[in-house]
């Protein structure tokens, strides 16, 4: 009964939203760069910030989820890295970054908010800030870009949702009251955020073309959403996260492989058929396996 509820009042949602977006893409020629950019650099700066102003996540929280999230990653990429012993080596570096990188963005928002209510979304965009900052942190390292991590940082610094976040945090710490009208057209972007992302995670899989299921895209598949909740568990219990926090971190780690982990392979040589197709395999896994993690979220709840 609980995984028939979460199916059909968190996922069917998300669904129901990123399939509108698919068919859209199959029957029309979308922009799809132009509807990441405002997604990205408008909508996702603006929810950030509203959480920022409103949230009530204290600083233990976000240190922990901090430190959870970060060693979960560098585990993954191991995995990732292990799992497809015997592939080539251009293979195994994207398949660490494909298993280190999930959706916390598309899908995590949105599915957070639905599985936790704006107390879990708050702890999810705290994730979803965590997660763009270690993958353009992460992925130039293990492609070996030529950057390095001056240039990894520069392109952290570029992202509006950082520095959404530095101004939000320079308003609480001051205390400065916004007026009425910013406050509002804030709220109105932030808004339009959730159903906007999931719209475009629906136009990039509706405009995916044939799927291949090889043996190393099933397996960093079934490690991104099987495997990486079973172990954000102990992990989760172990820094000292409990409720709310504990269950969007688990919750977190159920995500999909991120469409950043695509552009990511583009970008760096990597290996993109097998990234492009891990990609949409594990985001169909997800719609049920995050089904079953957020059924289960309650038990994770009275641990500790």
Known sequence: MALLRALFDVILPVVLVAGVGAVLARRFTLDRATITKIALNALTPALALQTVLTT????????????GFVALTLLAAGLGWLGTIGSPGRT??????????????????PIGMFALGQEGLDQSVLIFVLSVVMTFLLAPALYGAHEGWR????????????????????????????PTGV??????????????????????????????????????????????PALAIPLGLAIGLRGVPLQAFVLSSAMPTAVNAFILATEYDGDVEFVAHTVTVSTLLSFVTAGVTTALLPWTGGLG
């Open 56 to 67: 009530k996540v204290s600083g233990t929280v976000g240190i922990r989820l901090a430190l």
């Open 92 to 109: 195994r570096r994207s398949a660490a970054v494909a298993v280190a990188i999930g959706n916390n963005g598309n899908m995590g928002l």
């Open 151 to 178: 240039g990894a940082v520069w392109n952290v610094l570029r992202l509006p949702t950082i520095w959404a976040i530095a101004i939000g945090l320079g308003i609480r710490f001051t205390h400065v009251t916004l």
């Open 183 to 228: 406050s509002r057209g804030i709220e109105l972007l932030s808004a339009a955020t959730l159903p906007m992302i999931l719209l475009t995670l629906g136009i990039q899989l509706g405009m995916t073309g044939r799927v291949r299921v090889t043996r190393p895209v099933l397996t960093a598949s079934m490690l991104r959403v099987l495997v990486l």
